[in-house]
């Protein structure tokens, strides 16, 4: 295996994670599929929608999400709101991830990465 392949699926890895934080923290404000698949990529969180649409059903089934249909507009839209439980897990993810970054930055001064 490649240098090129190992990374690429460590970092498949790392980012499934982070955007279940992602959506919970910008679906605080309520958006459909398509428009958070946009946000996301322009924050740099590359995601495809055959990814997003079942984390999107999982998360609403967890609770974490409320979903409701627009039918105002000629093509109806389903919309996702966060819901109190999915923002405090997201606060919680995100002190978590947080905590986790200051340990691997301790861990790299620690042993004298010269990086």
């Known amino acids: 295996m490649t240098m090129d392949a190992t990374l690429a699926g460590h970092l498949q890895e790392l980012r499934r994670g982070t955007v279940v934080v992602a959506s919970l923290t910008v679906l605080r404000e309520p958006g459909y599929g398509y428009s958070l698949l946009e946000t996301l990529s322009e924050a ?4 495809e929608a055959n990814t997003l649409y079942p984390l999107l059903r ?3 089934a967890q609770g974490l999400l409320t979903s409701e249909w627009n039918t105002d507009e000629a093509r109806p839209r389903k919309f996702y ?5 999915g923002s405090a ?3 919680l993810l995100r002190e978590e991830w947080a905590r986790l970054d200051k340990a691997i930055t301790d861990l ?3 042993t004298g990465s010269t990086r």
């Open 44 to 47: 740099g969180f590359e995601v």
């Open 58 to 60: 999982r998360l609403e």
């Open 81 to 85: 709101r966060t819901t109190e439980q």
């Open 89 to 91: 897990l997201a606060a």
């Open 108 to 110: 790299d001064t620690t």
